[in-house]
């Protein structure tokens, strides 16, 4: 993650300059961004999209950045927000928390301060713990241990299986398709059309085998998805 963020973001700043600034500064750091100049735009982009964080400022023409939280908490879209605004008072702190943003941010900022909170926020929602684990449900990955517990059941799994499962892990609830795991596993040198199939059924019969409850879901047409029943 934090070499390689992989994670897109929706900008919502109605100053040009400033929006360039930061948008530029995020694509340089490894995110993909998209930008909305006030807060109807901003809604209709998290209708048609996902994103791995909003970062919002409080003052937009149409709809302000609190009601544009508002309603996406309303509509049960849990992701994350980072509010920025150049309002320092403890009221409007408060009133930022409680329409649903979960960081806050006063300009004039720092990008590199900026970067650390949105890394923070996206890790968190991906499920990574403090010490850099990646969870979904019970299923439990340290990438710096390699290892793979469910259920606190030790799991053992292929090297390729593994990278699949961190994949999966880091995108999760989302579905990712069969072309982006063959591009992170072999890069432009294809295996076999029938690898990726052996290795996703070693990684079933892995972590969802022995258990009542699955995790790996095959979307038709679209590609594979890590999720527990709630996010399924």
Same mark, same amino acid.
Request: charged letters at 30%; hydrophobic letters at 40%; aromatic letters at 6%.
């Given at each position: 993650? *934090?070499? @390689?963020?992989?994670?897109?973001?929706? /900008?919502?700043?109605?100053?040009?300059?400033?929006?360039?600034?930061?948008?530029?500064? /995020?694509?340089? *750091?490894?995110?993909?961004?998209?930008?909305?100049?006030?807060?109807?735009?901003?809604?209709?982009? /998290?209708?048609?999209?996902?994103?791995?964080?909003?970062?919002?400022?409080?003052?937009?023409?149409?709809?302000?950045?609190?009601?544009?939280?508002?309603?996406?908490?309303?509509?049960?879209?849990?992701?994350?927000?980072?509010?920025?605004?150049?309002?320092?008072? $403890?009221?409007?702190?408060?009133?930022?928390?409680?329409?649903?943003?979960?960081?806050?941010? #006063?300009?004039? +900022?720092? *990008?590199?301060?900026?970067? #650390?909170?949105?890394?923070?926020?996206?890790?968190?929602?991906?499920?990574?713990?403090?010490?850099?684990?990646?969870?979904?449900?019970?299923? #439990? +990955?340290?990438?710096? $241990?390699?290892?793979?517990?469910?259920?606190?059941?030790?799991?053992?799994?292929?090297?390729?299986?593994?990278?699949? /499962?961190? #994949?999966?892990?880091?995108? @999760?609830?989302?579905?990712? @398709?069969?072309?982006?795991?063959?591009?992170?596993?072999?890069?432009?040198?294809?295996?076999?059309?029938?690898?990726?199939? @052996?290795?996703?059924?070693?990684?079933?019969?892995?972590?969802?085998?022995? +258990?009542?409850?699955?995790?790996?879901?095959?979307?038709?047409?679209?590609? +594979?998805?890590?999720?527990?029943?709630?996010?399924?």
């Amino acid at each position: 993650m *934090s070499d @390689s963020p992989n994670a897109t973001i929706l /900008l919502v700043e109605d100053h040009d300059d400033l929006a360039a600034t930061i948008g530029a500064y /995020l694509e340089a *750091s490894g995110y993909a961004c998209d930008y909305a100049a006030d807060g109807a735009i901003a809604l209709n982009l /998290l209708e048609e999209n996902e994103y791995d964080a909003v970062v919002l400022d409080l003052m937009l023409p149409r709809i302000s950045g609190i009601r544009v939280a508002i309603r996406m908490r309303e509509r049960g879209d849990g992701t994350p927000i980072l509010m920025l605004t150049a309002r320092d008072q $403890l009221d409007d702190k408060v009133e930022g928390f409680e329409a649903g943003a979960d960081d806050y941010l #006063v300009k004039p +900022f720092e *990008s590199e301060e900026l970067l #650390v909170r949105l890394k923070a926020l996206i890790r968190r929602a991906r499920g990574e713990t403090g010490e850099g684990q990646l969870k979904v449900g019970d299923l #439990v +990955f340290d990438p710096r $241990l390699m290892r793979v517990e469910r259920a606190g059941q030790r799991i053992n799994l292929s090297p390729t299986a593994v990278r699949i /499962l961190k #994949v999966l892990m880091r995108e @999760s609830p989302r579905v990712v @398709s069969r072309e982006q795991i063959e591009n992170e596993l072999w890069g432009d040198t294809l295996p076999d059309s029938d690898t990726l199939r @052996s290795h996703m059924y070693n990684l079933r019969k892995g972590i969802d085998r022995p +258990f009542d409850t699955k995790l790996l879901h095959t979307i038709q047409g679209m590609g +594979f998805k890590l999720a527990t029943p709630e996010d399924a």
